[in-house]
């Protein structure tokens, strides 16, 4: 058959159906018209010729009504409340006509009682129509006896044939949470024929749900949700739809059937959105396999403090910097720039805000790297900017290991240039984004994130600005991070390489990162160095098997292939409460350090300079060891960790996570 004969079919088959409900509306009409029309006397009982006057007049006015108000034109199977409110104002607006034109026309006269049963009659007889129709095309596709009934009425009072399961094979659900989310899932599972899913079961732990039947579906605990019971209903699938639900209650959920085989699934929205976006159907995020609880930092202090001001982000086009612009788009500042030398980064989050926020932002690009001075001051001298974020850095370990003086030259002196400016155009807040590689630094990276803190806290000694600088540790998904190497990985079919199977590191998601850094920011009196707490850590090990089960991929090997030129076997711990001040956020800490007075560190900054122009990255790094004491050798500090944790795996009394 001919698509264009396929589609006249279809088109047929709609038009009867309009017309088949308006016929059983009309039997509706004809039973209550004889109830209380021709059956009922009462007081005013009706001759013949009043029966036939008040039967065509009530007929004209609902039925009319109804055409008027294309109560036919809807398509009722997928009906939502609206279509019922539709008929029913519809019907009211008909009885009113209906009252009008009894009283003026020359008609034998009932009572109001009577022409009121008549019309409410006829209305609920259509609602419960409507209902009936809409559940048994939403139910007679299930295979149990009831929907074989149901399939078999609908065919027969319909003309409908309700889908096989079998036919479509749709993959069987369970769905955990029978509260609001999980019941809406399960009602646009079950109303949409199109989808590759049906549910077969809610698993809830709320006694007043379990043991009930909620759109036909089970609910049953979490006891009740065993395996033997799971493979009886036939599940294939089992999906998260309790976004609330504890980290820590996920995790047991989440491994437990997973060790059954099960394939995993979330319903709520993606963790990475930007704005706007709905609930959908999606595979666990990264970010959800951490099982941590999400840090929310922003608050309307925060929000308050960036309102109509005019900040200068550099490094915005990057992971942290493009994810501080769309925290700040929210905030209504009078103008964003961003400064970044790559200028696809800095082009992709202009084009994301301007469709997000169109001309209510005011969005400003400058392309240039931070170590170019004539160039920044171009970019302060026309803007003024009142704020500066410096998200610009070399962040990749292994390679400023081999590139140690293009790392002194970006980290170091492009923060001189940018502390020296914000001094120079008076602005009112310096912010500087650093991270957990500063701490006791191993590597080029992090002693030279240790240098630049150095400079915002001797600047805070002596200028008008306010400084501060945010400390965290291991971002998910940020450009050049393990997660998206070992997705990379994966999809070519492994193997997935892993340096030490030993090494923890601490994560947080970008947002949190970003909201950390702005409300560190805000809070700051100056000088400080925040530190957040980062929670429990990660075992990369364990991080790469959830990721490679998560994409289902058989055979992926883990290979392991040895640290890495200045990186730690395990990250330090950020937050030593002992040795830190507390502040309004029970998550963000103050580290206790005496800031180097304006002369050591412009020795510190000469000794660099000079090494530098000799452009020797080994010479480069045995001067930056002077001038950051902290920083030592990986092998060094490796060896100590391992000691460290010798003796807590020997004593089982202690449970405290590493901290060296």
């Not at 004593?651 to 405290?656: F, L």
Request: proline share 3%.
């Amino acid at each position: 058959m001919s698509s264009t004969n396929e589609n006249e079919l279809k088109k047929e088959k709609k038009t009867n159906i309009r017309w088949m409900l308006a016929v059983y509306d009309v039997l509706i009409f004809a039973i209550v018209s004889i109830i209380l029309l021709v059956l009922y006397g009462g007081m005013d009982k009706l001759s013949p010729t009043g029966i036939l006057q008040q039967v065509c007049l009530s007929f004209v006015c609902i039925f009319g009504g109804r055409f008027i108000g294309k109560i036919y034109s809807q398509i009722w199977r997928y009906g939502g409340i609206q279509c019922y409110v539709r008929l029913f104002f519809t019907d009211v607006i008909a009885f009113c006509i209906y009252l009008c034109l009894e009283l003026i026309l020359p008609v034998q006269k009932i009572t109001f009682a009577r022409m009121l049963s008549l019309a409410s009659l006829n209305l609920l007889g259509a609602l419960a129509l409507r209902m009936m129709y809409r559940y048994a095309y939403k139910c007679a596709n299930q295979e149990t006896k009831g929907g074989q009934i149901l399939s078999i009425l609908l065919h027969l009072f319909s003309g409908l044939d309700a889908e096989s399961q079998n036919d479509v094979q749709k993959i069987k659900i369970a769905i955990i949470g029978a509260g609001r989310i999980g019941v809406g899932l399960a009602e646009e599972l079950l109303s949409n024929s199109e989808t590759t899913y049906i549910p077969r079961s809610f698993i809830d732990i709320n006694s007043e749900k379990v043991g009930r039947v909620i759109h036909g579906i089970p609910v049953l605990s979490e006891n009740e949700a065993t395996f033997e019971k799971l493979r009886e209903l036939e599940i294939q699938e089992i999906v998260f739809a309790i976004p609330t639900m504890d980290a820590q209650k996920k995790k047991l959920l989440y491994e437990y059937y997973k060790k059954f085989g099960y394939k995993l699934k979330v319903y709520d929205y993606p963790t990475m959105r930007t704005a706007g976006g709905k609930r959908h159907l999606r595979e666990f995020d990264i970010e959800e396999l951490l099982f941590r609880e999400p840090l929310v930092v922003s608050d309307e202090r925060t929000n308050a403090y960036y309102k109509d001001k005019v900040v200068l982000i550099t490094g915005g086009g990057g992971s942290i910097g493009s994810e501080l612009c769309r925290q700040l788009a929210k905030m209504e500042p009078k103008k964003i720039i961003i400064l970044d030398i790559y200028e696809n980064g800095a082009y992709d989050v202009q084009q994301e805000l301007k469709i997000a926020y169109g001309n209510a932002l005011d969005l400003q690009i400058e392309i240039c790297s931070i170590t170019h001075r004539k160039a920044l001051e171009k970019v302060f001298d026309r803007y003024h900017p009142q704020i500066i974020i410096n998200a610009a850095a070399h962040k990749h370990v292994p390679l400023m290991e081999h590139n140690c003086v293009e790392a002194i030259y970006n980290n170091v002196f492009g923060t001189r240039n940018l502390v020296e400016l914000c001094e120079e155009y008076h602005a009112e807040r310096f912010m500087m984004v650093s991270t957990d590689k500063a701490v006791n630094p191993t590597n080029v990276m992090g002693a030279t994130k240790r240098m630049c803190e150095m400079i915002v806290q001797s600047a805070s000694t002596h200028g008008t600005v306010k400084y501060s600088a945010t400390r965290f540790g291991n971002v998910l998904g940020s450009a050049g991070s393990v997660i998206p190497l070992f997705k990379r990985q994966i999809a070519n079919g492994g193997p997935v390489t892993v340096t030490d199977k030993r090494i923890i590191r601490y994560f947080m998601t970008i947002p949190e990162a970003s909201q950390l850094v702005l409300q560190s920011g805000a809070m700051a009196n100056n000088g400080e160095l925040f530190v957040l707490d980062m929670g429990q850590p990660v075992k990369i090990m364990d991080l790469a098997e959830n990721m490679i089960r998560l994409s289902g991929v058989q055979g992926i090997e883990i290979v392991e292939t040895g640290l890495r030129p200045g990186e730690k076997l395990y990250e330090e711990l950020l937050v030593k409460t002992e040795e830190l001040d507390k502040t309004s956020n029970s998550m963000i800490f103050i580290e206790r350090d005496s800031a180097l007075s304006p002369e050591e560190i412009n020795t510190r900054l000469n000794m660099l300079r000079e090494v530098c122009e000799t452009g020797d990255d080994s010479q480069a790094r045995e001067v930056l060891r002077k001038a950051v004491p902290t920083f030592k050798k990986p092998e060094e500090v490796n060896r100590v960790a391992e000691f460290v944790v010798h003796q807590k795996k020997s004593d089982p009394e202690r449970e405290e996570a590493v901290a060296i």
